[in-house]
C-alpha cells in the first residue's frame, strides 16, 4: 500500500481469463447471495449505530452494490480488530493509507480531516457469497461482545 509512482496493474493471463469466464455463469446468483448475506449483516447490527459507535454501511436506493466488501466505520477500529482475532473472527483494512499520503499523490497542505477519520475507522467484516447464516451469526455475536465490552 505504498505507492512511490503511477502507474497501471492491469495484468491478466489466459488461466485467469478462463476462470472468470466460467465464473460469468454463475456472476448473477453470486451477488444475489452477496446481497442476502448483506440484508442479513444489517438485520443482526440493527440498532447497533444508535451508540455512536458504529457506522453500517449504506447504498443509495437507486444503486447497487457488488458486496465485494461490507466495511464498517466504527470508532477504536485497531482495538476492535484485535478482539475480533481473539475471537477468531478475521477482518480487515482494505485501504490503510489514504491516496492525497502516498509519495506519488503527495500535495503538502491538504486538510481532509473527515478521509483521515475514516480512514482511522474502517473495517471490513466476512462476506463471500457462500457465507453460511450460523457462521455469519457468529462473526456479529463476536462484533457485538466486543463492542459491549468497550
Not at 512511490?4 to 448473477?28: C, E, P, S
Request: aromatic letters at 6%; proline letters at 6%; hydrophobic letters at 45%.
Amino acid at each position: 500500500f505504498h505507492h512511490v509512482r503511477l502507474g497501471i496493474n492491469g495484468r491478466m493471463d489466459t488461466l485467469q481469463a478462463a476462470v472468470l469466464l466460467a465464473k460469468m455463469d454463475i456472476f448473477d446468483d453470486e451477488l444475489q447471495k452477496r446481497q442476502a448475506v448483506v440484508v442479513r449483516y444489517a438485520e443482526q447490527l440493527a440498532g447497533l449505530e444508535h451508540q455512536d459507535r458504529l457506522v453500517l454501511p449504506w447504498v443509495h436506493p437507486d444503486n447497487t452494490s457488488s458486496w465485494a466488501q461490507y466495511t464498517l466505520r466504527v470508532s477504536g477500529r485497531d482495538a476492535l480488530q484485535t478482539a475480533m482475532v481473539g475471537q477468531g473472527i478475521p477482518t480487515a483494512v482494505h485501504y490503510p493509507m489514504l491516496l492525497y499520503d502516498q509519495p506519488a499523490l503527495v500535495q503538502p497542505g491538504i486538510d481532509c480531516a473527515e478521509s483521515d477519520r475514516a480512514a482511522r475507522e474502517v473495517i471490513s467484516l466476512p462476506i463471500h457469497p457462500y457465507l453460511e447464516p450460523v457462521v455469519q451469526a457468529r462473526i456479529t455475536a463476536a462484533l457485538k461482545k466486543v463492542l459491549a465490552t468497550d
